[in-house]
């Protein structure tokens, strides 16, 4: 892990900032993010209660990555995905990456949401997703993220129940 966790490092101070919204940015974040989570779980699993440790914690709770919902409006439902997020990884940059991901068109049109007892408050460019997870986990709520067109008006359930598909 130390040994990935230093290449990942390195590759990241040589990469050119250009090809970061592509896909060596999108796989080189994953490989991040997993040594990340490696690093992680045995800490997270050290830290829960007996209870806790019954329910397995999955990739999307977990620091590295980040779980998302994304409305499909031709059919009416929604996607969630996990997705592979730096910690310090800003509201811009994840956007610029589910928009190259799911190749969207006009990214300029869509933006992240945290959505909250059933409303939804757009997070500005400079926010850290990972930051905003962190501080609602620790005080024992789940936090739940969206990437939507601003212009959709979606009535979001009282309490969002994250699904457990990736």
Not at 30 to 40: C, D, E, G, T
Not at 70 to 82: A, C, F, N, Q
Request: a neutral charge; charged letters at 20%; glycine letters at 8%.
């Amino acid at each position: 892990i130390v040994a990935a966790e230093i290449e990942a490092d390195y590759m990241w101070g040589l990469i050119h900032p250009s090809l970061l919204n592509g896909e060596g940015g999108y796989y080189l974040t994953s490989l991040s993010s997993a040594v990340l989570a490696l690093k992680n779980f045995k800490n997270m699993q050290g830290s829960l209660s007996d209870q806790q440790q019954m329910e397995v914690p999955t990739l999307g709770d977990m620091e590295g990555f980040l779980k998302v919902a994304i409305p499909d409006e031709l059919r009416d439902s929604i996607i969630w995905k996990t997705l592979p997020v730096r910690p310090n990884m800003n509201t811009k940059d994840v956007c610029s990456m589910i928009a190259h991901k799911f190749r969207i068109t006009n990214p300029q049109d869509y933006g992240l949401y945290l959505l909250v007892n059933g409303g939804e408050t757009r997070l500005g460019d400079m926010n850290i997703p990972q930051v905003i997870k962190s501080e609602h986990n620790s005080q024992g709520r789940q936090p739940v993220f969206a990437y939507k067109r601003n212009a959709a008006m979606i009535a979001w359930p009282m309490a969002v129940k994250k699904q457990q598909s990736c």
